[in-house]
């Protein structure tokens, strides 16, 4: 296993005993980005405790605030925050909510979970970024879901009619959302093409592979006029066969069964990084 491989579990894993600890909570949607999180923190960003307040720096905006504790699980990792920490997850007096909070927790950027504020804020930054000549980038986690909101697509538009080339947004399209499947809900059609039509250059990857999420990233990075956007191919409760199955994902009280089946999951994943040193 490669250290990058291992981050990956590693994330996994605490995203796992942070809400198998609480009794409740998004694990589909925080394990469907969990891949993600780890080519961004473990490879691509400019981002450290040290360098947190310099304006140079890269940014990373958690839209899909609902996946905040598979964020919590890679800023933990990263040295942001303690590990301890992690088992106040959504509790009274937490420094770590449910949806993640800027005024909270160190390594937050931007307060979310009101869907669609997150990309809009982070078009912002990249635009805020280019009239100030910082060469920094802005990277960005939107759900497929949550593109059902038009307040995504003003963002988007805008973006490209700027050229915001150094924005990069990554679409966890994992099918599914709190009401269902997001295409019985509202028909996405092809992300692909749908971003390109606005003028992003865009490309799909299998959303489990750190490999083609971190080629894309850079070859996406060569652009000099248009945004970037890269489309994951995701599962709801990816990296976990059991929670991948299940049909009802979204945010889940689990059952007895599904209790064991986590407990495995976690106890496997804390095998497979016995030894491992944090990215």
């Known amino acids: 296993m490669d250290a990058l491989e291992l981050f990956r579990d590693q994330i996994r894993l605490w995203t796992l005993k942070q ?89 937050v950027e931007m307060t979310t979970g009101s869907l669609g504020q997150g990309i809009s804020v982070a078009v912002g930054v990249a635009l805020s970024h280019k009239l100030s000549d910082i060469p920094a980038y802005t990277y960005t986690i939107v759900g497929d879901g949550e593109l059902n909101e038009g307040q995504c697509w003003e963002a988007i538009q805008f973006a490209a009619h700027h050229q915001l080339h150094r924005l990069v947004v990554l679409v966890d399209d994992n099918k599914k959302q709190l009401d269902g499947w997001t295409k019985d809900i509202v028909n996405p059609r092809d992300f692909v093409e749908k971003f390109r039509s606005f003028g992003f250059w865009s490309r799909r990857v299998d959303g489990s592979s750190l490999a083609e999420i971190e080629e894309a990233i850079e070859e996406g990075k060569k652009q000099t006029e248009m945004p970037v956007a890269i489309i994951l191919d995701t599962k709801k409760g990816q990296g976990v066969p059991y929670l991948e199955a299940k049909e009802d994902n979204h945010h889940i009280r689990p059952t007895e069964e599904d209790k064991r089946a986590i407990e495995a999951a976690i106890q496997e994943l804390e095998r497979k990084c016995a030894g491992g040193v944090a990215q």
Do not use: C, W
């Open 19 to 107: 809400l198998y600890h609480l009794g409740f909570g998004h694990y589909g949607g925080s394990l469907s980005i969990v891949e993600a999180l780890a080519v961004l923190y473990g490879k691509i960003m400019k981002i450290t405790p040290d360098n947190f307040h310099d304006e140079k720096r890269d940014r990373f905006i958690l839209s899909k605030g609902h996946g905040g504790p598979a964020l919590y699980a890679a800023l933990a990792l990263k040295g942001f925050i303690p590990f301890g920490m992690l088992f106040t997850l959504n509790q009274n007096g937490t420094k770590l909510p449910s949806h993640p909070d800027r005024n909270l927790t160190p390594g």
